[in-house]
Each structure stands twice: as C-alpha cells, then as structure tokens.
C-alpha cells in the first residue's frame, strides 16, 4: 500500500504589504503518496505556485507543518534544509538554464556544489542526458535548443542528486501541445521506471488529465476538492473543479437554455451519440462544447450540449442517454 511521502498540514502563507497582509494560502491539508504523479491544479492568483515553493520552503510558510519523508522541514536547520532539498528537485516554466553553459554543465552544475567526484558526476550527466534523449546534445548551449530540449534539460539537472520527488511549476505552459506532450511523457517514464514522485502544478486540466493520477484544485488560496483525476473529471463537487473542467461558452442560435454534460468514461463505446438522438428524437440538438477521443473502441472525454427547449422530450433524451451507461449531468451556468 502506497505511503505518504508529503504531507501539509494547516498550511497558511500571508504576505505584508502597505495595505495590510495578504493571503496567499489559508488551512491547506494535503497528503501525497510516495510514488503518485500529483496535480494541483488553479487559476491565475489561487496560490497553487506559493504551495509548491512552500514545499520545499524556497517560500516558508506563515504557519503550519510540511513533512517530506516524515521529516518537519520547519525543524530543519539551514544545512540540514539544503541537505533535505537534494531529495527535491524542481523545474520551471522558464527553464532557468545558465546561458554561458552547455547541457552537459547544466546537469553537472547541482553535482558541483556538492564537490563530487568530477569523473563519476560526468558520468552521471552524461546517463541522465541519455535518459531524456539528449545525448547528442551535451556539448549545445541553450540558445541552440528547442523550448522542449531546454525543459529536458532542465529535467536531467533536476535529477542528478537522485530526488525523491520532482516538483514541475507550470513545466509545460511555455512549450507547444505537441512538445507538451512528449514533456508529459518523459516525466511518465521517469515516475515508472525511477519510481519517483512528481508534483505538477498547472493551469490546464488537459495536462492533469493525460499524466496525474490524482488532483488537488485550489481556489482563492485553499483546496477546493481533492481526490483522483478520474473521479473529480466525472464528478466534479465544487464551483472551482466544475470552472476547469467546463469552460463557458456563449449560447448559439436555438430556442431552450438548458445544458447537459455527457461524460465518456471509458465504459461506452464510441458511437455517434448526438446523431443518435437526433434519428430517435427527430429533433435538433446543438453541440456547444466536445472533447473527446477514441481508445480502443471506447469513448473517453466529455461533451455539453444544448437540449430542446420542451422539457418532456429533453428528459426523453436524458434518460435515452442514461440507458446507453453514459454518465449524463446538468451543466448549469454553462450558457451565458
């Protein structure tokens, strides 16, 4: 069974300003088990970038216990907090490489202020390079990279102290969806095949979506909901979860407000639904928002549509979709 490896309890961070203090985080509890690949998940100004700095107290909290391993960094002193931190690496949105440097001295450079034995933490480099495929380029220079060959970078440097845990901050946000995507895969092979933690923080469920399997979202500096992706996807309790997981649309032409979300979760096949119900009905239906996305045979992903404005055939068409094991939910608010 799996065990915590962090754990916040009553975390609280405010900032001092002229205006009076300023709360960044208020009460926030969070276990994460040694081996998950963890979101935390928010909007602009929710705080999910203070928690994650807080995690290994580059920001320290106002108030409250962060255990990493069973240990209370607040505890720590400050050699033994740069000594905890080697079990913490960290990547950025920006990748933070030093220019002058070339891959391969970006990757030693963690290695160096340890003053480790110069031809074993070449080696080192040289393996971790390999590992997120970038062997031919150890002698490049930042400038002649791609944004996804910087964040590999970036990733290898994170890891060359052997981290228990890899914190990601907005890792992915500067990079195009496909480089995105083979980031978010590279950091799936290195969960499974180095068994180690990862936090991501981000602003895109898409990415909580395609590699964590459990999520926390925060709003207005506290946690929201908390739970795994699949469940919070399908079901989501709070305000918070349901704003990321169902952008607003504006309402198009046709007569009736009233909206339904359609959630695939692997448990129907992929048919044309709406088209369906269209032939069943004899009656049109607007699609204001679909994502999803066939495996094997089996519809995954999610979709909002616009119902008749008669409301016994609109509950025909709820319980048609029901009776298909489709998970069917109202999307209220949906339309403006």
């Known amino acids: 069974m799996p065990q915590p490896l962090i754990e916040i309890q009553a975390l609280y961070k405010t900032y001092s300003s002229k205006g009076g203090n300023v709360p960044a985080l208020e009460d926030i509890h969070l276990t994460i088990d040694g081996g998950d690949i ?8 929710a705080g999910k970038s203070t928690l994650v700095r807080c995690l290994n107290f580059l920001e320290k909290p106002t108030s409250g216990t962060v255990r990493i391993d069973g240990v209370d960094l607040s505890s720590l002193t400050p050699a033994g907090l740069r000594e905890l931190r080697r079990s913490v690496g960290m990547i950025f949105q920006q990748f933070n490489l030093m220019m002058q440097r070339t891959a391969l001295q970006n990757v030693l450079f963690p290695l160096e202020l340890q003053k480790a034995d110069r031809k074993k933490s070449e080696a080192r480099a040289r393996e971790l390079l ?48 496909t480089t995105t995507a083979s980031i978010l895969s590279l950091l799936k092979q290195i969960n499974r095949e180095l068994g180690l ?3 991501i923080i981000t602003h895109e469920m898409r990415v909580i979506e395609s590699i964590c399997n459990r999520v926390a979202i925060i709003d207005a500096h506290r946690i929201a909901e ?50 369906g119900l269209v032939l069943e009905f004899r009656t049109p239906i607007n699609i204001l928002f679909a994502d ?10 999610q979709m909002v549509v616009q119902l008749p404005e008669e409301e016994p055939l609109a509950e025909r068409m709820i319980r048609s979709l029901s009776a298909r094991g489709l998970t069917v939910e109202e999307a209220e608010g949906y339309v403006e």
């Open 38 to 45: 963890f979101g935390i998940i928010g909007l602009s100004g």
């Open 130 to 177: 390999e590992l997120v495929g970038l062997a031919d380029r150890a002698g490049a220079y930042p400038a002649e990279l791609s944004g996804g060959q910087k964040q590999r970078v970036a990733i290898a440097r994170a890891l060359a102290t052997g981290p228990k845990v890899l914190l990601c901050d907005e890792a992915t946000s500067a990079l195009d969806p």
């Open 197 to 199: 933690t990862v936090v």
């Open 226 to 275: 908390c739970g795994p992706v699949e469940e919070i996807f399908n079901r989501p309790r709070s305000e918070a979860a349901r704003r990321l997981i169902l952008p607003r649309e504006p309402a198009r032409a046709m007569a009736g407000k009233r909206c339904i979300r359609i959630v695939f979760d692997g448990s129907s096949s992929f048919e044309p639904v709406v088209a």
């Open 292 to 301: 999803t996305k066939n495996v094997g045979g089996h519809a995954h992903g």
